[in-house]
């Protein structure tokens, strides 16, 4: 009996400890970082929008696999090229990041397609993103929506012939 209460004290000294650990793994710095993120503002009826950032990957290679959020019905990795002064977009199934690699979503590049937006994306506004990576999981981040037309004409171009 007496030893069976040791034994119970034991087990409850060391889930205390397992815990205290398991916070120290939760603090460490992660390995994936989204910096200077932003979303294209967009006028009234327009489907689509485009969120950009930089992604800091401090960690082994990983892959950036899918992304969603609450203001579009989809959210889609796209890349773009420039042909013959065409901007073309396709959905790619994941973007690779090597160890230590800083990758840049831009316009007139890759970027993360909100595809089917349930409202106009309003400059000064914010819009959750969930970005999924294949190693890192999970990452939440709030893009602010900025006013930008110039330098994307091409992209919008592209998305909404008029
Ligand atoms: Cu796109």
Not at 52 to 70: E, F, M, T
Request: hydrophobic share 50%; charged share 15%; aromatic share 2%.
């Amino acid at each position: 009996m007496r030893r069976m209460i040791v034994t119970n004290l034991t087990r409850a000294a060391l889930g205390v400890l397992l815990a205290g650990l398991a916070c120290v793994g939760a603090a460490a710095e992660p390995s994936i970082q989204i910096v200077d993120a932003w979303a294209r503002a967009t006028p009234p009826g327009v489907a689509n929008g485009a969120v950009y950032c930089k992604i800091l990957n401090r960690g082994s290679p990983d892959r950036l696999v899918g992304a969603r959020s609450p203001a579009a019905q989809g959210a889609e990795i796209h890349s773009s090229a420039s042909a013959n002064g065409l901007v073309e977009m396709r959905r790619i199934e994941a973007l690779p990041l090597g160890a230590g690699a800083s990758v840049e979503l831009a316009p007139g590049g890759t970027h993360v397609m909100l595809v089917g937006l349930a409202a106009p994306l309003t400059a000064g506004a914010k819009v959750e993103l969930t970005l999924v990576f294949a190693g890192a999981g999970e990452i939440a981040v709030e893009v602010p929506v900025v006013d930008a037309r110039a330098p994307a004409a091409a992209h919008e171009h592209e998305h909404h012939a008029q």
